[in-house]
C-alpha cells in the first residue's frame, strides 16, 4: 500500500542508535500515516457491482461506496479516497497484514468477524435483507418453488448462509457459491442455477444490467449462525448493517471514522448518496437496535 524503503546497514544502524539515545519512541498510528500521506486505502472486494462501485469508461470510479469513501476521507483529515482491488476473501485477512486501511465493501458487521475474524467494525452506514433473484421467464413465481432448485450465491458472505438455510429447510436442493458477485448472474444467465440469493442493492444494480431480472417472494433478512446467535443477540447493531472493518489496534481511526459517519447523518449527506443510487428506504434511517 505505502512503498517500503530498505536501509542500508550503516544507516540503520545510526537509525537505531537514535532511537536508543531517544529512550522513548513516539511512533505514528494509521490515522497519523492516512493524514500524512493524504489518501485513505480501501480494499474493494466487489468492484464493477453496481450501486457498490464501478469504474466508468473514462476511468473514473463511481457507486454510493465510493461517494461515502471520499466523504469519509476527508472528514478524518485526508484529502482522498483510493480503492485497493482484491478478492472478497481476502480482505479481512489483507486488513489485518496492512495491505489496506479500511474495508469499506459491502461487509456486513458480525460478531463472528470481530471476535472469529480479530478485526472490528464502525457503525453501520446502510443495511441490506436477501430477495431471490430469478430471469423473467423461470417457472419460479414463489418462494415454495424453489424446492428441488439450485441457488447461487457468494462464497464467505451472509447471502451464502440464508441460502445454505433455505437448503437446510428442504426449501431449495442445493446452493453453488461463487468468488465473486458476478458469477452467479453469469450462471443464472447460463441456467447454471435456477435462482441468485443476494442482497436487495446488488438486485437495483443488476437489475439494469439484466432487463429480465425479477424477484420472487418475500425479503429474506439476515440470521446469524447457531453458535454467534447469543452474540448477535446482545449487539447493538441491527443484524445486516454494513460497516467499515478497522484493525483492532486503530481505535482512533475507528473513532474518527464513526464521528465522519455520525456526521454524514447529521448533514444529511447518506440519505442523499443512498438517494442518488436508489437505495434509500424507511429501513434505512435507523441502523442500530435503538
Do not use: C
Not at 45 to 62: E, V
Not at 268 to 283: H, S
Amino acid at each position: 500500500m505505502r512503498p517500503f524503503r530498505t536501509l542500508g546497514y550503516g544507516v540503520a544502524m545510526a537509525v537505531t542508535a537514535g532511537y536508543m539515545a531517544l529512550g522513548t519512541v513516539a511512533f505514528a498510528d494509521t490515522l497519523d500515516d492516512i493524514r500524512a500521506s493524504g489518501v485513505l486505502h480501501s480494499a474493494n472486494g466487489l468492484m464493477g457491482l453496481k450501486p457498490y462501485a464501478w469504474q466508468n469508461s473514462d476511468g473514473t470510479t463511481t457507486g454510493f461506496e465510493y461517494d461515502m469513501l471520499q466523504y469519509i476521507a476527508k472528514k478524518i483529515g485526508a484529502q482522498k479516497g483510493e480503492y485497493v482491488i482484491t478478492e472478497w476473501t481476502s480482505m479481512i485477512p489483507g486488513l489485518k497484514s496492512k495491505r489496506w486501511d479500511i474495508i469499506l465493501s459491502g461487509m456486513a458487521v458480525t460478531q463472528e468477524r470481530i471476535q472469529g475474524g480479530g478485526i472490528e467494525y464502525s457503525n453501520p452506514y446502510v443495511i441490506i435483507y436477501d430477495t431471490p433473484m430469478v430471469l423473467k421467464d423461470s417457472p419460479i413465481k414463489t418462494m415454495a418453488d424453489l424446492k428441488g432448485k439450485i441457488l447461487g450465491s457468494t462464497l464467505g458472505t451472509m447471502d451464502s448462509i440464508n441460502a445454505h438455510w433455505l437448503v437446510d429447510q428442504g426449501m431449495a436442493q442445493e446452493v453453488k457459491d461463487f468468488n465473486d458477485f458476478g458469477q452467479p448472474f453469469v450462471a443464472l444467465k447460463n441456467k447454471q442455477i435456477d435462482s441468485v440469493i443476494l442482497d436487495q442493492i446488488t438486485y437495483i444494480g443488476q437489475k439494469d444490467e439484466l432487463k429480465d431480472l425479477v424477484t420472487v417472494g418475500e425479503p429474506i433478512f439476515y440470521r446469524s449462525k447457531p453458535e454467534w446467535a447469543a452474540a448477535e443477540g446482545n449487539a447493538k447493531y441491527k443484524l445486516g448493517g454494513i460497516g467499515i472493518g478497522v484493525r483492532k489496534e486503530d481505535t482512533r481511526l475507528l473513532e474518527a471514522i464513526n464521528a465522519a459517519l455520525a456526521e454524514m447523518d447529521k448533514d444529511g449527506t447518506r440519505k442523499i448518496i443512498l438517494e442518488k443510487y436508489n437505495i434509500w428506504a424507511p429501513e434505512q434511517a435507523h441502523l442500530m437496535k435503538e
